[in-house]
Nanobody, 127 residues
Framework: QVQLVESGGGLVQTGGSLTLSCAAS????????IAWFRQAPGKEREGVSCISRRTDGVIYYEDSVKGRFSISWDNAKNTAYLQMNGLKPEDTGVYYC???????????????????WGQGTLVTVSS
């Protein structure tokens, strides 16, 4: 059974940094893409970033986080990371990691693609 557990959220000032972790268990080779989503209060969930566990390493970043966020995957620890720098108040929200075994492999980063979700970790950026 696939389980994803996020951690690392918290309160940070504008311009600060946080690193989110997503510890995964129960993954099979078919679980290609590991994605981060976020949901701000009163808004729909949006895809932030995605990394492929296959060797070609397809990586996606939503436009608003390009150059500020960095996604990575540690095979030895079965953990995904989202390094967030230059945080802005609009980055505030609950951040979720997710995976799928439909072969989409980060070519589509939308909620409906993903089968397994973590419980989320809250990131609050104060102005």
């Amino acid at each position: 059974q696939v389980q994803l557990v996020e951690s690392g959220g918290g309160l940070v000032q504008t311009g600060g940094s946080l690193t989110l972790s997503c510890a995964a268990s129960g993954l099979t080779p078919d679980h290609y893409g590991i994605a981060w989503f976020r949901q701000a209060p009163g808004k729909e969930r949006e895809g932030v970033s995605c990394i492929s566990r296959r060797t070609d390493g397809v990586i996606y970043y939503e436009d608003s986080v390009k150059g500020r966020f960095s996604i990575s995957w540690d095979n030895a620890k079965n953990t995904a990371y989202l390094q967030m720098n230059g945080l802005k108040p609009e980055d505030t929200g609950v951040y979720y990691c997710a995976t799928e075994h439909n072969g989409i492999d980060c070519t589509i980063v939308a909620g409906w693609v993903y089968d397994y979700w973590g419980q989320g970790t809250l990131v609050t950026v104060s102005s």
